[in-house]
């Protein structure tokens, strides 16, 4: 399919990018391109990699949720969204705001497979002084927002959204919540306001793994009917495979209704893609032995199409 446009115009404003941001930004590689059904899958499978090998580090990481949000990150930077690594703070970009921050070195991972940054600038992750840590914060290229506490990704979005409309641009914004954040009132206030708002250019993805740290969704604190609840507050509901790249495009560059904000509720496994802990609540923060770190590796890249 074809690439996404490219950004054109001066280099990333100097109010956008601290010294640190701007080391890293200095390493940034060629913008991405469109990609085939192989080739998204292929970079999927780095970025799955990356995770494991962060987890592996010796202070771990959110492994479960980061394993969940691979199709869906990848999907947004490889074949939905105008932006350029090159020049990361573009006023023209579209803008991703990672609400469920402990999914954060899934973005880290994806960001580098697109040129933000190299792979080896995440070998320092949680290292100290490193800018790579459990949760993203805007030191990083292509990070938009500090996050981490739930549930204030979606008002920060409607905020962008508003500002969006009043610069005229037609940039989208595109928050990607976890489904226990769901149990945060302050999400359906934010959804309030943006249906109040016809906020079209906003939209909100969630990922619908069915867990959260302490079991279940269902068990903790019922959301469903889910598709319901969110209609109830004016917004259009699209439902897709959260692994399948093609149904999560088809979701995802879908005109944008005129009058009514989207949310994308995207059906995925937490830990996906390592088969030992797939499906479990006690895969959302792990330190990987060297053991588990190869069955992990050899898992994913079996799932990916062998070794490369």
């Not at 394993?67 to 490889?78: A, D, G, K, Q, R």
């Not at 040129?115 to 070998?123: K, Q, R």
């Not at 509901?237 to 009514?260: I, K, M, N, S, W």
């Given at each position: ?251 995802l560059t879908r005109p ?9 509720l995207a059906r995925t ?40």
């Amino acid at each position: 399919m074809s690439s996404p446009p490219l950004l054109r115009g001066a280099p990333a404003r100097t109010d956008l990018t601290g010294p640190a941001r701007t080391d890293l930004a200095g390493l940034a590689g060629p913008a991405p391109r469109g990609l085939d059904a192989a080739e998204l899958a292929a970079v999927a499978g780095r970025i799955r990699e990356h995770v494991v090998a962060m987890c592996a580090g010796p202070e771990g990481g959110h492994l479960g949720g980061s394993m969940s949000l691979v199709e869906i990150l990848s999907v947004l930077y490889f074949r939905v969204m105008r932006h350029d690594p090159r020049f990361p703070g573009l006023p023209d970009r579209d803008v991703l705001l990672l609400s469920k921050g402990h999914g954060g070195i899934a973005l880290f991972a994806t960001l580098c497979e697109a040129g933000y940054f190299p792979a080896s600038a995440l070998e320092e992750y949680a290292r100290p002084g490193s800018h790579f840590m459990a949760h993203p914060h805007p030191e990083i290229p292509g990070v938009e927002i500090a996050s981490g506490s739930l549930g204030h990704g979606l008002a920060l979005g409607v905020g962008y959204a508003l500002a969006n409309r009043l610069d005229g641009s037609d940039r989208r914004c595109f928050v990607v919540m976890g489904d226990g954040e769901l149990q945060e009132g302050s999400v359906w206030e934010a959804a309030s306001v943006a249906s109040a708002h016809r906020l079209a250019g906003l939209t909100a993805i969630v990922d619908r793994n069915g867990l959260q740290i302490t079991g279940g969704t269902e068990t903790v604190n019922s959301l469903e009917p889910l598709p319901d609840r969110w209609r109830s507050f004016g917004w259009r509901v699209l439902e897709a495979d959260g692994h399948d790249a093609a149904a999560l495009t088809e979701a995802l560059t879908r005109p944008a209704d005129p009058v009514r904000p989207t949310v994308v509720l995207a059906r995925t496994v937490k830990g996906k893609g390592v088969p030992f802990v797939e499906g479990q609540a006690r895969s959302h923060y792990a330190r990987l032995s060297g053991r588990q770190h190869l069955r992990a590796l050899n898992a994913v890249r079996a799932s990916a199409g062998g070794e490369r």
